[in-house]
């Protein structure tokens, strides 16, 4: 395992790790009804249900960002997470937006934006990063329908698979167990992960490379 390969180097489990080191990941290599097939009925039902609302979801351009980040701060806010400000979001857009490395997707419903995601990728891998939706329209299901066009912006440019980026940190059964439950944390948008018919998958996360033991225990104890 890599995480014992860095032991032996000297490095040791972090006690501050940013990004979660669980998450779901979708095969993209099938064909789209085997994607869609192997998804939760409800969540499959609800990507379907968004077009027969007439939710579309199209490309955004910078002047789209306002929206989005009106609609961040909306999330945040409803979610109980902090957002970045609307300079940060402006210089990803800018930064990766117009190459082939990121999108931002937006889901309209008769011409307002009411939902968007940014994804990315790199070579073969695709990224969900930052994902916001308003109370207006929540039922025409935008977020599904972001998620099914984000997998086919990341089919299209090659990718094999689509990162859905964060979920609880506990081993599948507990997440099984306790997804309907909990609401803390990371639960609620695993809900919603878990449906797309992924798999749980876990990274080595945060490593430390101790060089002064002494300062490394005042760090840990701030923290």
Not at 52 to 76: C, H, I, Q, W, Y
Not at 187 to 199: A, L, Q, S
């Amino acid at each position: 395992r890599f995480s014992t390969r860095l032991a032996a180097l000297g490095f040791r489990p972090s006690p501050q790790t940013v990004q979660p080191p669980r998450t779901v990941t979708i095969d993209l290599t099938r064909d789209d009804e085997a994607i869609l097939a192997a998804m939760h009925p409800k969540t499959r039902y609800n990507i379907r249900l968004a077009a027969k609302k007439d939710v579309l979801v199209r490309e955004a351009t910078l002047d789209d960002l306002p929206a989005f980040n009106s609609l961040m701060e909306v999330t945040g806010e409803r979610d109980g997470f902090s957002v970045h400000s609307a300079e940060y979001y402006e210089a990803v857009f800018k930064l990766f937006g117009t190459s082939d490395q990121a999108r931002l997707l937006v889901a309209t419903y008769e011409g307002q934006v009411i939902a968007g995601v940014f994804v990315f990728a790199l070579g073969e891998r695709a990224w969900y990063f930052y994902g916001a939706s308003g109370e207006a329209e929540r039922q025409r299901m935008p977020n599904y329908a972001l998620q099914w066009a984000a997998m086919q912006w990341a089919k299209s440019r090659g990718c094999k698979e689509y990162d859905l980026w964060g979920i609880p940190d506990e081993d599948e059964a507990t997440l099984e167990a306790q997804y309907l439950e909990r609401n803390d944390d990371l639960w609620g948008v695993y809900r919603f992960k878990r449906g797309f018919g992924g798999k749980v998958i876990r990274f080595a996360g945060a490593f430390d490379r101790v060089y002064d033991p002494v300062l490394y225990q005042a760090y840990k104890l701030y923290l």
